[in-house]
């Protein structure tokens, strides 16, 4: 890799970084399509490609997610009874799925392309569709059962779609859940880490049949991961800060939108 290449990776991390503080999604939406250039780039046998894939962008995701929780927390934008209540589930779930994954053949590149465009197919007919619903901080905010069922979903989701669980828990929260988007965003940045965490570390440990880089680490490729990872302590903070003086409806009118343009991505890869 040139210093060009380098240079790519930190831009598009900075993207990521940023849609991560300002929407609470985590940043998978961008990492996912640049990790997955730059792996068949490198060389990574289309066998490991998924797995690579997942891999490196729960991995990063660890940065992105807990540097904007961090910073929605100094802002007072933080809500622990409510994260730990999403998470605990969300991470049996998602390390069972990422189990089945790692261990078989079954989840390849077209069935990992059609799982992540029905999740985003389904999260920006939500968003456009459906007319957001006055915010009342008091309904289900005190049910742990509908938030760890939500995480429940959001681990498998994360561990198909490496998407981090944010496209399922910002839209859960906002239209079942009637919460505000931006306390929403701030649940989703808080259960994120947990889901990344567990799920990088597993990551780590576990040794691929291929390696493509003098430094790597299990399937974690660190000259891919460490550009994205150094300016998310940069763009994070300033999408939480945005995040904190926009309007609910352009916040969701942004999500849906992002999420168009990487659904049209991938329509265009499976189809034409």
Known sequence: MEIIDYLILFSFGALAAFISGFL???????????????????????????KGILANSLFTIIFSGSVSSYYQFKHGNFYPKQIIQTALPGVLSALI?????????WYNKTIFNYVFASMLLLIVSRMYLTKPKTANTNVNTNNPIAFGFTGFLAGIVTAFSGLGGGVVMTPVFTDLFKQPIKKASSISNGVIPFFAVFMGIYNL???????????????????????????????????VYLSQKTSHGIIRFTFASFASLVFIKLIYELFL
């Open 24 to 50: 609470g999604v985590g940043g998978g939406i961008v990492y996912i399509p640049v990790i997955e250039f730059y792996l068949r780039k490198l060389g990574l046998n289309p066998d490991l490609l998924v």
């Open 97 to 105: 799925i990422t189990y089945l994954i790692k261990n078989g053949t």
């Open 205 to 239: 440990w576990d040794q691929p049949s291929q390696f493509i880089s003098s430094y790597q680490m299990g399937y974690i490729v660190l000259p891919i991961v460490a550009p994205l990872i150094a300016s998310t302590f940069i763009f994070a903070p300033m999408g």
